[in-house]
């Protein structure tokens, strides 16, 4: 089990580059059991989460190869022939459940265990169930596993209750070979939903209404391999952007997408926080006074939910009240306790925290609860005063591609120990 030790204080400088998003690239992943053949997907950010999936792939049947140097994976699905994934490799991770609509689709039955991962609140299955029933599939669930089976798909109009990036995906994957024309309404608009369908449709696929709320797909017969490089990491961006505000420094981010993070940066500027567009590049300015804000996390176009506990490690450091209400996860306040372990002065009213920020945090043994938890310990503890040491940093591993490589190579002082 490793661990973080960050000496706080230290200013950044320099250039940082993006990987690309874990959130895009694991349905992506998924999505290859759709075709029969090889499917390679470039600069794939080499994350914990990706090398499960991967195995879960490969229990299935799947010849997977890795090229860390490259950041190359290769996928070839043709030998997939066992419907039923490991277990074991289900439960480490939410993602996990996304192989269903591919698996569905291709085969017309598939069984999985219930998934695991973050434990930042119920993130039911129920919408996922809803679609694919209304595609015709039959849904038999016990003893901790969902058996899915179905003699033929067709299309049909789906309502979702609430824009479930995690439904919107697999409701998607499950209806691309579907009879028929399938609408999905209330879908979720998040910049990976529209990357996973702009792989589909490089694939052969026939999405349309991509990044919108209703979003139409006219079944084909077949897909084809292909060569696909995913989006860059919109919460990695943000999360380098606070560390040049949190340390008070100035950074260049590369491989930045601005209309995916128009949110992040509509909350840095009412921070007063400088920032400079350069093509592809971010230059964040985080030498001014800043002032506090509120925040309400939302789904997308809304402020993001996984940058509500970067931005609380900030607002720490801000002179002044600041509030952030958490609407997608009722348990997303876990790394609160830890903030406060640093000198944070944070109180906790139902599904909002208001935090009075104090003058300087002061280092300490902290452990990260979850994955986005654990990136605002990181970032606290390179402000705060002396030496933080950040437990449970195998949660951080799923989410971000060297974090203290690229930290360092800013100036920061962490080591994994």
Known sequence: MGKFIIKGGETLSGEVNISSAKNAVLPIIAATILSSGKCTIENC?????????????????????????TSKLEIDTSEVKCIEPDSELVRRMRGSFL???????RFGKAKISLP??????????????KGFKALGVNIDIGHGYVEASTSKLI??????????????????????????????????????????????????????????DKITIKGVKSLTPVIYKPIYDRIEIGTFMVAA??????????????????????????????????????????????????????????????????????????????????????????????LKRLGANIKIDGRSAIISGVKELTGCSVKATDLRAGAALILAGLAAEGETEVSDIFHIDRGYVNIEKKLNGLGASIKRV
Not at 99 to 105: D, K, L
Not at 116 to 129: A, F, V
Not at 246 to 271: C, D, R, W, Y
Not at 327 to 337: A, D, K, S, W
């Open 116 to 129: 695991g991962g973050c434990n930042i609140g119920t993130r039911p299955i129920d919408l996922h169930l």
């Open 155 to 212: 299309g049909d109009k789906i309502y979702l209750d609430f824009p479930s990036v995690g439904a919107t995906e697999n409701i998607i994957m499950a209806s691309v070979l579907a009879e028929g024309e399938t609408i999905i309404e209330n879908a979720a608009e998040e910049p990976e939903v529209e990357d996973l369908s702009n792989f589909l449709n490089k694939m052969g696929a026939q999405i349309s209404g991509i990044g919108t």
């Open 245 to 338: 505000a949190i340390t008070k420094s100035v950074i260049k981010i590369n491989g930045t997408n601005e209309e995916h993070i128009k949110p992040i940066i509509a909350k840095f500027s009412e921070l007063g926080i400088n920032m400079e567009k350069d093509n592809e590049s971010l230059i964040i300015d985080g030498r001014k006074e800043l002032r506090p804000l509120d925040i309400k996390t939302m789904p997308y176009p809304g402020f993001p939910t996984d940058m509500q506990p970067q931005m609380m490690a900030l607002l720490c450091c801000v002179e002044g009240t600041s509030v952030i209400s958490e609407t997608i996860f009722e348990n997303r306040f876990m790394h609160v306790p830890e």
């Open 99 to 105: 192989i269903m609509g591919p698996m569905i689709s």
């Open 45 to 69: 950010p080499m994350l914990l989460d990706v090398f499960v999936i991967s195995n879960l792939l490969r229990s299935l049947g799947a010849k997977v190869n890795i090229d860390l140097n």
